[in-house]
T-cell receptor, first 115, second 111 residues
Framework: GAVVSQHPSWVICKSGTSVKIECRSL??????MFWYRQFPKQSLMLMAT?????????EQGVEKDKFLINHASLTLSTLTVTSAHPEDSSFYIC???????????FGPGTRLTVT | EDQVTQSPEALRLQEGESSSLNCSYT??????LFWYRQDPGKGPEFLFT???AGEEKEKERLKATLTKKESFLHITAPKPEDSATYLC????????????FGAGTTVTVRA
C-alpha cells in the first residue's frame, strides 16, 4: 500500500510558540492532501484541504491564520500551528489522496501538547 | 450533506466468533466508500475502497460489501490482533471530494 509519513510524531511546546508538522507521501504524488484533528474517543475532524500550488481550503470554524497550511510540492504539505495555546493540544493527522487507484492514505499522526 | 452512521458503537467478540459491522450512508452521487482500521494513538490504516453496489472485497479475515444504502464489514474468525476501531467513510461525487466519516465501531476480541 501507499505510505504517508508525518514528522514529528509527537511534540511539546510552550504557549505562544509556533509548531510545524510535515506530511509526506513517500511513494506516490498527491495533488491533494488533507489535515485532520482528532480528539480522544472521537472520529476525525477535517480541518482543511490542501492543493499543490494553491491556497488551502479551510473548514468552517477553523482559523486560517492560526493553522497555516502550505502544499509546497506533490509530496509535501506542512501545517504550522501559530501562537499555540493549550486548547490546540490534540492529535493531528494528515492524509494524501492518490489518483490511481483513487484512494486516500493517512499518516501516523502527530501528538501536540502545548504547555 | 453526506451522512454516515456506523453500528454498533462497540463490539466485544470471543476469538473465533464471527460478526459484522454496519455502515449506513446517504450521499449525493457515491464516488467511493472507504473502510479504515485505527489503532489507539495511530493514524487510520487503509483497508478497502468500494465503488458500486454489489461490489465485495476481501483481505485476510475481513470482507467488505456494498449496497446502495449500506456497507458491511464482516470479520471471520477474529483474532485478538483484529481489535481496533473500524472507520467507514464516503466520498460524494460533487464538490471537493472530501471524506465524510462515521463515528467508528470499536471491536475488542478476547482470547
Amino acid at each position: 500500500g501507499a505510505v504517508v509519513s508525518q514528522h514529528p510524531s509527537w511534540v511539546i511546546c510552550k504557549s505562544g510558540t509556533s509548531v510545524k508538522i510535515e506530511c509526506r507521501s513517500l511513494d506516490f504524488q498527491a495533488t491533494t492532501m488533507f489535515w485532520y484533528r482528532q480528539f480522544p474517543k472521537q472520529s476525525l475532524m477535517l480541518m482543511a484541504t490542501s492543493n499543490e500550488g494553491s491556497k488551502a481550503t479551510y473548514e468552517q470554524g477553523v482559523e486560517k491564520d492560526k493553522f497555516l497550511i502550505n502544499h509546497a510540492s506533490l509530496t509535501l504539505s506542512t501545517l504550522t500551528v501559530t501562537s499555540a495555546h493549550p486548547e490546540d493540544s490534540s492529535f493531528y493527522i494528515c492524509s494524501a489522496r492518490r489518483q490511481v487507484p483513487y484512494e486516500q492514505y493517512f499518516g501516523p499522526g502527530t501528538r501536540l501538547t502545548v504547555t | 450533506e453526506d451522512q454516515v452512521t456506523q453500528s454498533p458503537e462497540a463490539l466485544r467478540l470471543q476469538e473465533g466468533e464471527s460478526s459484522s459491522l454496519n455502515c449506513s450512508y446517504t450521499v449525493s452521487g457515491l464516488r467511493g466508500l472507504f473502510w479504515y482500521r485505527q489503532d489507539p494513538g495511530k493514524g487510520p490504516e487503509f483497508l478497502f475502497t468500494l465503488y458500486s453496489a454489489g461490489e465485495e472485497k476481501e483481505k485476510e479475515r475481513l470482507k467488505a460489501t456494498l449496497t446502495k444504502k449500506e456497507s458491511f464489514l464482516h470479520i471471520t474468525a477474529p483474532k485478538p490482533e483484529d481489535s481496533a476501531t473500524y472507520l467507514c467513510a464516503v466520498q460524494g461525487g460533487w464538490g471537493d471530494y472530501k471524506l465524510s466519516f462515521g463515528a467508528g465501531t470499536t471491536v475488542t476480541v478476547r482470547a
